[in-house]
């Protein structure tokens, strides 16, 4: 298996633009979290799926943020209008029933600059 | 929800000491905590992890001791080596939305000099 992936590697955009994150979990994982990463934060859990339905979006931080995950194999991470306080490193990451004792699979993240 | 403190943020140790990271949790109910390790640029990866019914676990040269009763859990590494440098995260699995979610720490930052 290849792994988590995630779309693009890097993304620099103007503020204002709207931008779309991909993430491709690990086959047969029925969980997935998209978490951001910045140095103040730390890692923050955005929002997480369930078998594709949005369990809990408690993280996410306002309305220009949204996810959306039509599939058992496809999510994606919106933020629109995007700001320059949104720039971080965007990681999604997939586990095979967040039981109690479950690995988190992370993938390689999408960093992303808004100028 | 929960809520999981780290300490410290740094930790610089020369190549060959001992390092020890420090977490606490508030959820009593939480019953996993894994410890992840973040390479510079890199995605955090799972090093070791402990279940709630064990006090400690140990991998080679890394171990996590777990105090329930006081909630909280640590990462030894002995005989560090400079590869060991990397952001390492705690994390405290507990209930979110009905289900166990994990609730990461902030990091500690281990610099290993030779």
């Known amino acids: 298996d290849a792994g988590v992936i995630q779309s693009p590697r890097h993304e620099v955009t103007e503020m204002g633009q709207e931008v779309t994150l991909r993430c491709k979990p690990i086959?047969?994982?029925?969980?997935l979290f998209w978490y951001r990463q910045t140095m103040m934060r730390g890692l923050e859990l955005l929002i997480y799926?369930?078998?594709?339905?949005?369990?809990?979006d408690s993280g996410m931080p306002e309305d220009r943020f949204s996810a959306k995950m039509p599939n058992a194999s496809f999510s994606t991470l919106k933020i629109q209008p995007s700001e320059p306080r949104d720039s971080a490193v965007y990681f999604c990451?997939?586990?095979?029933?967040?039981?109690?004792?479950?690995?988190?699979?992370f993938g390689p993240g999408t960093r992303l600059t808004v100028l | 929800g929960e809520n999981v403190e780290q300490h410290p943020s740094t930790l610089s140790v020369q190549e060959g000491d001992s390092a020890v990271i420090k977490c606490t949790y508030s959820?009593?109910?939480?019953?996993?905590f894994p410890w992840y390790k973040q390479e510079l640029g890199k995605r955090p990866q799972l090093i070791i992890d402990i279940r709630s019914n064990v006090g400690e676990k140990k991998d080679q040269r890394i171990a996590v001791t777990l105090n329930k009763t006081a909630k909280h859990f640590s990462l030894h590494i002995t005989e560090t080596q400079p590869e060991d440098s990397a952001v390492y995260f705690c994390?405290?699995?507990?209930?979110?939305?009905?289900?166990?979610?994990?609730?990461f720490g902030r990091g500690t930052s281990l610099i290993v000099h030779p």
């Open positions: 799926f369930n078998n594709n339905v949005p369990i809990d």
């Open positions: 086959s047969g994982h029925d969980y």
């Open positions: 959820d009593s109910a939480s019953n996993y």
């Open positions: 994390a405290a699995k507990g209930i979110m939305g009905g289900s166990y979610i994990p609730t």
């Open positions: 990451a997939s586990s095979l029933i967040a039981g109690e004792w479950r690995e988190q699979f």
